[in-house]
């Protein structure tokens, strides 16, 4: 009967330590939103600053508002940090697969992701009613920029990566035991148990 419950409380706490890797949305969607707006503030200090000719809230916002304006930037803006935040839920399904959350991952991530969005440019491009009257066609990976604009691209990516992982690596931190301390609580919790049998006799 003892063995029973000291397996049952084993399986509940193991249990409990997988469950800290469940995909919360919410949280996801912010970890998401928050890596997509740090990245693109990054990418936007370097484009102020005269290093890059590449607006990508822009170059996003006028493909529906056919008009370069401080709506088609905002809109533009929303939509990319919009679609960061889905990507997000894309990272937590896949820590959640893979049991295991770290930088280097998100590094990794990032990484794939970058490829998706090189071409992502593209479709941009064939997409946007602006290219190229107005605006000059990015080409994938923004090949068609200055070779800065590549590498910034690569970089945001990087830290979109980055902060998605180290945020959910923090949720979960929050939530769980790591599995060393759940076995010396249940032995902790044995042995009480074993006192107080001995003390009640």
Do not use: C
């Not at 990319?80 to 959350?101: C, D, M, P």
């Amino acid at each position: 009967m003892r063995a029973e419950s000291d397996m049952a409380t084993s399986h509940s706490g193991r249990s409990g330590y997988r469950a800290a890797y469940d995909v919360r949305a919410t949280r996801a969607l912010f970890a998401g939103a928050t890596g997509a707006i740090i990245a693109l503030i990054f990418l936007e200090l370097f484009r102020a600053a005269g290093a890059i000719g590449l607006n990508f809230p822009i170059l996003t916002g006028t493909v529906f508002i056919r008009s370069v304006s401080a709506a088609s930037y905002w809109l533009g803006a929303l939509l990319l940090v919009a679609g960061g935040a889905l990507t997000g839920l894309l990272y937590a399904r896949f820590f959640k697969w893979g049991h295991h959350i770290n930088i280097g991952l998100g590094l990794v991530l990032g990484l794939a992701q970058w490829m998706v969005g090189g071409f992502a440019l593209w479709l941009l491009e064939v997409i946007n009613p602006l290219v190229p009257a107005q605006l000059t066609p990015p080409g994938v990976f923004a090949i068609n920029h200055e070779p800065l604009t590549w590498g910034l691209f690569l970089v945001a990516n990087f830290v979109y990566g980055a902060t998605v992982a180290a945020l959910e690596k923090y949720r979960v931190s929050r939530g769980r035991l790591a599995p060393h301390d759940i076995d010396r609580r249940l032995e902790e919790t044995r042995d009480a148990n074993v006192m107080s049998r001995f003390g009640a006799g």
